[in-house]
């Protein structure tokens, strides 16, 4: 069974910094892209940031360059979002995904349970 | 980057009806559009791919359909494990992919 686990969400200070990490199970973590994806209280999806297989091809949202880094540890089967400079807009639930795509981002098929981030002084 | 517009944004069904939903892009995303389910306080989950295909295990009363810049998502018969947000993605340009805003589907 495919399992998606995220942590590392809590309550950071504007202008303070977090690292999101995603633990993977259930399938050959080294085969898939993957991304992260948040969504605001109240509010739509968002896509932030997408890395393929091997950490070849990275994309980011232009709402995060610049300020978040995503990176994988294929040894580990974990994602991870390092996210700087955090601003009260990027208060969210950040959800871990599975991409069916191999280079460039596509759909995702498997979600996490996401984590929140709350940014607020 | 591409625009999705859903609409509508909010609608209100009953047990056993027809429902569409309508997903608009700014710009031709040929077939590349997914959808999703969402209900509250949990993950979105796959529905559609591609337009059109239907992801294993979603029942075969959600279908999609659609190409270029007009896309739906139609459930032939609502059941109440339906009632939820439905997004539409685009994934035609890696430069952002896009979500819609979203549609609630409400129990009249």
């Known amino acids: 069974e495919v399992q998606l686990v995220e942590s590392g969400g809590g309550l950071v200070k504007p202008g303070g910094s977090l690292r999101l990490s995603c633990a993977a199970s259930?399938?050959?973590?080294?085969?898939?892209?993957m991304n992260w994806v948040r969504q605001a209280p109240g509010k739509g999806l968002e896509w932030v940031s997408s890395?393929?297989?091997?950490?070849?091809?990275?994309y980011y949202a232009d709402s995060v360059k610049g300020r978040f880094t995503i990176s994988r540890d294929n040894a580990k089967n974990s994602l991870y979002l390092q996210m700087n400079s955090l601003r009260a807009e990027d208060t969210a639930v950040y959800y871990c995904?599975?991409?069916?795509?191999?280079?460039?981002?596509?759909?995702?098929?498997?979600w996490g349970q996401g984590t929140l981030v709350t940014v607020s002084s | 980057d591409i625009q999705m517009t859903q609409s509508p944004s909010t609608l209100s069904a009953s047990v056993g009806d027809r429902v569409t939903i309508t997903c608009r892009a700014s710009?031709?995303?040929?077939?590349?559009l997914a959808w999703y389910q969402q209900k509250p306080g949990k993950a979105p989950k796959l529905l559609i791919y591609?337009?059109?295909s239907l992801e294993s295990g979603v029942p075969s009363r959600f279908s999609g359909s659609g190409s270029g810049t007009e896309f739906t998502l139609t459930i032939s018969s609502l059941q109440p494990d339906d009632f939820a947000t439905y997004y539409c993605?685009?994934?035609?340009?890696?430069?952002?992919?896009?979500f819609g805003g979203g549609t609630k589907v409400e129990i009249k």
């Open positions: 995904a599975r991409d069916w795509g191999v280079v460039v981002p596509s759909y995702f098929d498997y």
């Open positions: 259930g399938f050959t973590f080294s085969s898939y892209s």
């Open positions: 890395i393929s297989s091997s950490s070849s091809y990275i």
């Open positions: 710009q031709s995303i040929s077939s590349w």
């Open positions: 591609k337009a059109s």
């Open positions: 993605q685009q994934y035609n340009s890696y430069s952002g992919l896009t």
